[in-house]
């Protein structure tokens, strides 16, 4: 499991969760100016770990907890992707619907048009390949982001934990 960093929490403050929910995926959450990310862990045990530790940090338990607002990305399977793969994605995805809803996590499900729309980044052009359409997706987050190491399997963690936090300030 990746050793997630331990930033000082504030109890009064809100915690913005975005998940990738591909196996090249990853976990983003915003806190105040806090902004972390982690490459989405290999086994069932350390994703459930990581999302705990977002969620309910050692040294909170027992006091009062910040607000958590996540979005994991709904997607479906993709063109020319084979049977195995669409399974172990469908499998990865309801496992990581279910941590949510076991630690008790209120969740929407942004579509990668809607999440990306409403960060303003402009649609794939036909003419890009998907390497370079994820590269600028990544780009985006670096802008957004500059204090925080990304790569591309954070990068869509980062915009979808972002899109949280815009649309929950919004609706309050």
Do not use: C
Not at 12 to 22: E, F, L, Q, R
Not at 129 to 147: C, D, E, S, V
Request: proline share 9%.
């Amino acid at each position: 499991m990746p050793t997630l960093p331990n930033p000082v929490r504030n109890p009064k403050a809100t915690i913005y969760i975005g998940i990738d929910p591909g196996a090249s995926g990853g976990i983003a959450w915003i806190e105040g100016t806090e902004v972390q990310a982690v490459k989405m862990p290999s086994t069932e045990h350390d994703i459930f770990d990581a999302l705990h530790e977002i969620v309910h940090p050692v040294k909170y338990r027992g006091a009062h907890q910040p607000t958590v607002h996540a979005s994991i990305e709904k997607v479906h399977a993709m063109p020319k992707q084979g049977v195995s793969s669409t399974f172990k994605f469908g499998v990865n995805y309801g496992l990581l619907r279910g941590m949510l809803v076991a630690l008790r996590v209120p969740f929407e499900e942004p579509t990668p048009q809607r999440w990306i729309k409403r960060l303003e980044i402009p649609n794939k052009k036909k003419s890009e390949t998907p390497t370079q359409w994820k590269n600028r997706l990544k780009g985006r987050a670096q802008q957004l982001f500059p204090q925080v190491k990304i790569t591309l399997s954070t990068s869509d963690a980062l915009l979808i934990a972002e899109y949280t936090r815009r649309e929950k300030i919004i609706n309050t």
